[in-house]
């Protein structure tokens, strides 16, 4: 049972036939909590999502780059298992989703004077390719004419490949998904208090009724309100330390673009052009903000580091009365030193214990990787879980299709 924009949580409803509310309980209906609720209930578990708004994804999964990709700069932080596992969900992706994860062309353009140079990038195509198992495009001679490239600036692009969503309607499917097999999800609900015991959990629910359910262990996947929710359980947690990073992203009308172009901006940063619904999608930066940045937007400066960005590579000059609309979402990153663009991406787990975890939180994670990482909390919970028959290996089944 779904339960929209409905904060009471149905008691009666909600009950599994032992003395547990659920096995597990979610917090979050971001990617994250969305593929943790649909990889639980694919091993046969009983699953309750509690998502503070009145939708899934509306928090940092659908302000992303939208890319579903092994994310080759990361190989410059040699984040070889990072990006073997990213390819590899990509794959998987492109398998179960064809609806919703398309595969398109990335061109390099080469300019003079770039941080990589040309043998390195190709260097890193080639091991991108050994990694996915795919083979890299050649550079290409005409690619650098087409989409009105600046070809006075461009004297070649290399060509790879890599896959572009939509996020949120991604989240949405995998929510869906996991509903399909009896995860229940409840909109405009969110812990008041979290208990650990020995054996079990409780959870009680803000809002006027007060409702306790129990379950055998809780998943905090509420992204930037990481510490906010640890901050309400008892025994009383440390909170992790984390970063937040805000990455903004605008929108050129009417500028439709045969793929994603790679670019290197003024500050050495990658910055993507991606076609996106007939427009340009152009992102990211990376601006560090305070941790508790709730609701982040995109400054001045950061739209014309992109509009700059974007002009300096497309003879078209885009103007900033051009930019149809922009918007910020914030990363998580674990608290280090350092420009955010070479710290760590990967998923990091924080339990309540390590034999036997009632809690588990995560910090970071990809759009990308999201299965993978949702696995990897199951396995983590899988001492406290039940022992139940599997309805589904996520590896393989497919995402419906959702009519809206
Ligand atoms: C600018 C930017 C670009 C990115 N681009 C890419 C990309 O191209 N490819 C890629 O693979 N990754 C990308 N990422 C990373 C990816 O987007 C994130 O890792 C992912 O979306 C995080 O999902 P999440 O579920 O952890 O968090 P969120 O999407 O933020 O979801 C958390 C959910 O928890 C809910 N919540 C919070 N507190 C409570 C509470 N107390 N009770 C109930 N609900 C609660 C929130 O409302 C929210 O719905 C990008 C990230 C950023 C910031």
Not at 61 to 79: M, T
Not at 155 to 161: A, D, G, K, M
Not at 247 to 260: E, F, N, R, S
Not at 263 to 273: G, H, K, P, S, W
Request: glycine content about 6%.
């Amino acid at each position: 049972m779904t339960t929209r924009a409905n904060s009471a949580v149905d008691m009666e409803a909600t009950a599994t036939a032992n003395a547990f509310d659920a096995d597990l309980i979610v917090i979050g209906a971001g990617i994250h909590g969305a593929a943790v609720a649909r990889e639980a209930a694919a091993r046969g578990w009983s699953v309750m999502v509690l998502e503070q708004h009145e939708q899934p994804a509306r928090e940092t999964s659908s302000r992303s780059s939208k890319l579903i990709h092994g994310g080759l700069r990361y190989l410059e932080n040699a984040d070889i298992a990072l990006v073997h596992e990213c390819l590899r969900e990509q794959a998987i992706l492109l398998r179960t989703a064809p609806h919703l994860v398309k595969s398109q062309r990335f061109f390099i353009p080469m300019v003079p004077h770039m941080k990589r140079p040309r043998w390195q990038l190709q260097i890193g195509l080639w091991l991108y390719w050994l990694l996915g198992g795919r083979r890299p495009g050649q550079s290409d001679s005409n690619a650098h004419i087409i989409d009105g490239l600046n070809n006075e600036l461009i004297s070649q692009c290399l060509v790879y490949r890599d896959a572009q969503t939509d996020d949120a309607a991604l989240t949405r499917t995998v929510l869906a998904s996991a509903e399909m097999m009896g995860a229940r999800v409840h909109y405009s609900t969110s812990p008041a208090h979290i208990e650990l015991h020995q054996h079990h959990v409780e959870l009680r629910l803000q809002g006027a009724q007060t409702q306790t359910l129990r379950a055998r262990a809780i998943a905090n996947l509420s992204g930037i309100w990481i510490n906010d929710v640890l901050a309400k359980v008892s025994p009383e947690q440390p909170a992790a330390k984390i970063d937040l990073v805000k990455g903004t992203h605008i929108v050129l009308p009417d500028a439709p673009i045969q793929g994603c172009y790679y670019l290197e901006a003024e500050d050495q940063r990658a910055v993507f052009v991606m076609p996106w619904r007939g427009m340009r999608l152009i992102g990211t930066t990376e601006i560090p903000c305070p941790v508790n940045t709730r609701q982040p937007e995109p400054s001045e400066p950061e739209i014309d580091y992109l509009l700059r960005t974007h002009n300096r590579y497309f003879k078209t000059t885009a103007k900033r009365s051009d930019v149809k609309d922009s918007w910020a979402g914030l990363r998580v990153l674990p608290q280090g030193e350092g420009e955010a663009f070479s710290r760590p991406r990967e998923s990091i787990y924080l339990l309540n214990r390590q034999r036997q975890p009632r809690l588990i939180s995560l910090l970071g994670g990809k759009l990308t990787s999201h299965r993978a990482t949702a696995v990897s909390i199951c396995q983590h919970l899988q001492a406290v879980m039940p022992k139940a028959l599997w309805q589904a290996d996520t590896r393989y089944q497919a995402l419906p299709l959702l009519s809206c």
